[in-house]
């Protein structure tokens, strides 16, 4: 009989060595793209070196980015998947290992007592999103998420009138604030709609979707595409040092609003845009979505 524990745990673990460790080919992708386009001398030179790192990284199996994030797991649990109530403890036993094993910076400091616990735990995190879905698998993604970047995330409730205007506008206005120090060429996600908590939410899990998606509203693809050139055009570029690239991508996920507010969340993600998805079935059996194994 499969120990299904065990299996979620250590692929917890492996996720998490596997998400520090080597960029998604898509974010790979976009970051050599984005260097034949580049045609700034010292941008060029930056993204050379952000690529060999990245390189490095997966050869020796090392950390990225000295941050290793703040652990946020995305859960997508069929309701015919056993252990349900068990999965919170599984992933929060992974968080720990992996602290230990990859190894990973110990982040999670309690805002009461000011101290880090030491294992990337704490009231809260690792924190999970929950959603259930038919069937009997369990869809996991990771996403370690950078202080410096997360720093940068913004909240507006602009006035309806302004509209979709008005959110590009936030949107320029916070990468314009921001300029080098979230280490772009950046992925940002934005959430328009909802209440004030879903727009963060759901900006957050659009820097999730891979670089070379479009979305299935072609209205909203054409604005992710309208906000990416007008944010390249800003010439922040690669760690702010000027250039062409300064996003790398721009997702847009939507909710209804109320008729009196319109809320813009906006997730900055820096180039180091570390994420790994798996299924996870019932018998056991497990693939991993974004890496090779
Ligand atoms: S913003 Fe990203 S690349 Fe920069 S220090 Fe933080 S995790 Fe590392």
């Known amino acids: 009989m499969v120990n299904l524990e065990k299996i979620i745990e250590d692929t917890a673990v492996k996720m998490l060595q596997l998400a520090v460790t080597e960029l ?20 060029k030179k930056i993204l050379d070196t952000l690529i060999t790192n990245a390189e490095i990284a ?8 000295q941050d290793t994030g703040l652990i946020i797991w995305y859960v997508k649990v069929g309701e015919d998947f056993p252990i349900k109530s068990k999965l919170y403890e599984i992933l929060k036993n992974a968080t720990i290992r992996a602290t230990k094993e990859v190894p990973l910076r ?10 880090n616990t030491g294992n990337n735990t704490g009231p809260h995190v690792p924190y999970i999103n929950w959603e259930i879905v038919p069937g009997n698998e369990l869809h996991l993604t990771v996403l370690p998420k950078g202080g410096g970047s997360e720093y940068w995330c913004r909240l507006y409730m602009i006035k309806p009138i302004e509209g979709l205007n008005g959110a590009i506008k936030c949107v320029l206005q ?4 921001a300029m080098g120090k979230p280490c772009p060429p950046l992925v940002i996600g934005v959430g328009i709609g909802g209440g004030a ?10 820097i999730l979707r891979p670089l070379d998606d479009m979305h299935p509203n072609p209205k909203v693809a054409e604005l992710e595409q309208r ?11 690669p760690m702010g040092l000027g250039g062409d690239t300064t996003c790398l991508g721009v997702k847009v996920e939507v909710a209804a609003r109320h ?13 180091a845009a570390r994420r790994c998805s798996v299924i996870i ?13």
């Open 227 to 237: 906000v990416l050139n007008l944010a390249n055009k800003l010439g922040i570029g």
């Open 174 to 177: 916070t990468l314009k604030e």
């Open 24 to 43: 998604p080919p898509d974010v790979m992708n976009a970051l050599k793209k984005a260097r034949e386009r580049e045609t700034n001398e010292r941008a």
């Open 281 to 293: 079935n019932k018998d056991g059996s497990v693939r991993y979505l974004t890496h090779k194994v």
């Open 106 to 115: 110990p982040n999670a400091v309690d805002p009461i007592t000011e101290k």
């Open 197 to 206: 908590d879903i727009a963060l939410k759901l900006a957050k899990k659009a």
């Open 259 to 271: 008729v009196a507010t319109y809320p813009v969340g906006i997730v900055i993600q820096c180039w």
């Open 58 to 65: 997966k050869e020796r199996r090392v950390p990225i980015c």
